[in-house]
């Protein structure tokens, strides 16, 4: 699991790398999901912000809920 991580983040990064030299224009957003405990923290910015905010919830949803029934005990 810790080298698909490492593979999946050098391969993002390679891509991000890929388009910022081919020089495409297009507009750029951002959003950000943080949680503290239980409390959501959200930002974002950019004409797509709202639906990179609604994925980071529901991947932060999921991964939670992923948690909770890994920990339980049967």
Same mark, same amino acid.
């Given at each position: 699991? @810790?080298?698909?991580? !490492?593979? @999946?983040? &050098? +391969? ?6 890929? +388009? ?13 999901? *943080? &949680? ?14 709202? @639906? @990179? *905010? !609604?994925?980071?919830?529901?991947? +932060? ?6 948690f909770v *029934? ?5």
């Amino acid at each position: 699991m @810790l080298v698909a991580g !490492l593979v @999946l983040v &050098f +391969a993002g990064a390679l891509v991000v790398f890929a +388009a910022t030299a081919s020089g495409g224009s297009g507009s750029s957003s951002s959003g950000v999901v *943080i &949680f503290i405990g239980p409390i959501p923290i959200v930002f974002g910015s950019g004409p797509y912000s709202a @639906l @990179l *905010i !609604l994925a980071g919830a529901i991947l +932060a949803a999921v991964s939670i809920a992923i948690f909770v *029934i890994m920990r339980r005990k049967r």
